[in-house]
């Protein structure tokens, strides 16, 4: 199968996705990932088209509101040499070390890595109102031959009227 070399990414809303993944209470199925992550990574992979391990860059924008009633805009970056899933992004990876004031550290994922930053840079009396997470990634991605998949898919309703 022929593959072409594709920028993608993934994008959430970092707050609203980990109170309804807490919420959820087990690990969320590939449905229901696909409404949480916008972008071109996350439909791909759920049709088998990438890897699921790539090697990549990730950028928060975070959106901050302070008691007395200042605003802050904070951006994080971080950009791996390792591939990992996207499982290992957002929950962390024994293999990735992070280099935090020369001190290597292993990724704990982009949800605790972004409340240590934040924790650091801001006191209590900031409140994170919005934070925009991009995962960015080169991948190989398979191409469909669009008759054949057309074929396929007429196949499996006949067979399933007859």
């Known amino acids: 199968m022929k593959q072409i070399k594709r920028s993608?990414?993934?994008?959430?809303?970092?707050?609203?996705?980990?109170?309804w993944l807490e919420g959820l209470g087990r690990d969320?199925?590939?449905?229901?990932?696909?409404?949480?992550?916008?972008?071109?990574?996350?439909?791909?992979?759920n049709t088998k088209r990438v890897e699921p391990k790539q090697v990549w860059t990730l950028k928060i924008t975070t959106y901050l509101e302070c008691d007395d009633g200042r605003t802050s805009e904070c951006e994080m970056e971080w950009k791996f040499d390792k591939t990992m899933s996207m499982h290992e992004v957002l929950n962390g990876a024994k293999h990735i070390k992070m280099n935090a004031g020369g001190i290597k550290?292993?990724?704990?994922g982009v949800t605790k890595n972004w409340i240590k930053e934040l924790d650091a840079d801001y006191d209590d009396s900031w409140k994170a109102v919005k934070a925009i997470a991009r995962a960015e990634c080169v991948a190989m991605v398979k191409q469909v031959n669009g008759a054949a998949k057309l074929l396929d898919s007429l196949i499996g309703h006949l067979e399933k009227v007859a």
């Open 105 to 108: 550290t292993r990724w704990i």
């Open 28 to 45: 969320p199925t590939n449905e229901e990932m696909l409404q949480i992550f916008e972008g071109s990574f996350y439909p791909l992979f």
């Open 8 to 19: 993608l990414h993934a994008e959430w809303e970092v707050i609203s996705s980990a109170e």
